[in-house]
Nanobody, 114 residues
Framework: QVQVAVSGGGSVQPGGSLRLSCRAS????????MGWYRQTPGKSRELVAS???????WYADSVRGRFTISRDNVKRELNLQLNNLEPDDTGVYYC????????WGRGTQVTVSS
């Protein structure tokens, strides 16, 4: 099981950028496909980006072309670069394996507003 600590996030205007980072504990990080999930008020938590153990990314249609996911297995880090942010990107972002393993750690708030 992967335990994670998420950092980054914040408040930006539309068109702005943010970078989220997720640091995993333990030595098994490299064995898991990983993902970034987003929860917005009134909606279920959704997978917005994922990356396989080999580094192949996948993006939800809503973020493709604007978000970039990356991983560093040596540092046990999962990152998400968010560019050209839109108000609909507002939500709490979480890091977890894909498919999800265990519970949800603390996420980080992203707020996009003018």
């Amino acid at each position: 099981q992967v335990q994670v600590a998420v950092s980054g996030g914040g408040s930006v205007q539309p068109g702005g950028s943010l970078r989220l980072s997720c640091r995993a504990s333990g030595s098994t990080f490299s064995r898991y496909n990983m993902g970034w999930y987003r929860q917005t008020p009134g909606k279920s938590r959704e997978l917005v980006a994922s990356v396989t153990t080999g580094g192949t990314p996948w993006y939800a249609d809503s973020v493709r072309g604007r978000f970039t996911i990356s991983r560093d297995n040596v540092k046990r880090e999962l990152n998400l670069q968010l560019n050209n942010l839109e108000p609909d990107d507002t939500g709490v972002y979480y890091c977890n394996a894909n498919p999800v393993l265990g519970g949800w750690g603390r996420g980080t708030q992203v707020t996009v507003s003018s």
